[in-house]
């Protein structure tokens, strides 16, 4: 079936430090793949998705690269801010399951200034 | 500018009662779902609503039941609340049926004692 494993956190880095969150993936077929962001008290929020092999998603200076090859789609923020702390989840919807989203157990970044 | 509309944001339940979790979306899109979130497991899908009319069980349906009332509404009841069913629940929308990003409410943080 499909799964999807994330790192453990919490990460907690220095504002303006670098970032990146990795995400492997097992799925069926060729799954579009997306990363949400949840804040304190809120329900979760897309940041950015891919939809094929190598495409790379990008939103609010976060990127993401999807790498079929070592079936990945790490997170990565080149100077994060104390507004970007949260839970990042990374998600995959398959073809094989339509539009059900399999989750990440989620990751919880602090950031600290 | 409401999205997906959650409510109540919070309950408390004794064993055995009963109660109905309310979502309605004003984008006018096809397709709802409904999650539960657990710490250390993500978001676990419940039962979703492909279009109006339709619903269908998730990854773990037992011990609840929906109802599309219609095209913006989507209920979640638990007929009789056990423990276990403690999470917090977050009902999602999307445009159609197929890989598109799900749009999700606040949530609702429900305990059972």
């Known amino acids: 079936g499909n799964s999807v494993t994330q790192m453990e956190g919490p990460v907690t880095l220095s504002e303006e430090a670098f970032l990146t969150i990795n995400c492997t993936y097992t799925a069926t077929g060729y799954p579009s793949l997306f990363w949400y962001v949840q804040y304190p008290g809120e329900g979760l929020q897309l940041l950015l998705k891919?939809?094929?092999?190598?495409d790379k998603g990008s939103n609010k200076g976060f990127e993401a690269t999807y790498r079929k090859e070592t079936t990945s789609f790490h997170l990565e923020k080149g100077s994060v801010q104390v507004s970007d702390s949260a839970v990042y989840f990374c998600?995959?919807?398959?073809?094989?399951?339509?539009?059900?989203?399999?989750f990440g157990t989620g990751t919880r970044l602090q950031v600290t200034l | 500018n409401a999205g997906v509309t959650q409510t109540p944001k919070f309950q408390v339940l004794k064993t055995g009662q009963s109660m109905t979790l309310q979502c309605a979306q004003d984008?006018?899109?096809?397709?709802m779902y409904w999650y539960r979130q657990d710490p250390g497991m993500g978001l676990r899908l419940i039962y979703y609503s492909a279009s109006e009319g339709t619903t269908d069980k998730g990854e773990v349906p037992n011990g609840y039941n929906v109802s599309r009332l219609n095209k913006r509404e989507f209920s979640l009841r638990l007929e009789s609340a056990a423990p276990s069913q403690t999470s917090v629940y977050f009902c999602?929308?999307?445009?159609?049926?197929?890989?598109?990003?799900?749009?999700f409410g606040d949530g609702t943080r429900l305990s059972i004692l």
């Open positions: 984008m006018n899109h096809n397709s």
């Open positions: 998600a995959l919807m398959s073809t094989g399951t339509a539009s059900k989203l399999t």
């Open positions: 999602a929308s999307s445009e159609y049926w197929g890989p598109r990003p799900q749009h």
């Open positions: 891919a939809t094929k092999a190598d």
